[in-house]
Nanobody, 122 residues
């Protein structure tokens, strides 16, 4: 069993930055690929970024490539999402996810966090 708790969301202006964190409980953290999804009001949940168990391999949605960076610290059982050059369309509830594979889909995720709100104002 893995429990995920996100933090770091908030209100930021266009072009600003935020760093999300996701702390995981349990000793199995390093056996999971970790990722981030988001869901805007009235839209389906979508994949954002993921990092492999070792932290070497990463995967991004086209909409965030070059602006977001996903990383992990296995010693701290934490995964991060550094978000730069934020746009209004990045506004969403951001969810942390744990899966066995780095190429994630909403239907394949093993564990979800509760989400943290990111709002980008123009």
């Amino acid at each position: 069993q893995v429990q995920l708790v996100e933090s770091g969301g908030g209100l930021v202006q266009v072009g600003g930055s935020l760093r999300l964190s996701c702390a995981a409980s349990g000793r199995a953290f390093s056996t999971y690929a970790m990722g981030w999804f988001r869901q805007a009001p009235g839209k389906e949940r979508e994949f954002v970024a993921a990092v492999s168990q070792s932290g070497i391999r990463t995967h991004y949605a086209d909409s965030v490539k070059g602006r977001f960076t996903v990383s992990r610290d296995n010693a701290r059982s934490t995964v991060y999402l550094q978000m730069n050059s934020l746009k209004p369309e990045d506004t969403a509830l951001y969810y942390c996810a744990a899966d066995r594979v780095v190429v994630m889909s909403t239907t394949g995720v093993d564990y979800w966090g509760q989400g943290t709100q990111v709002t980008v104002s123009s």
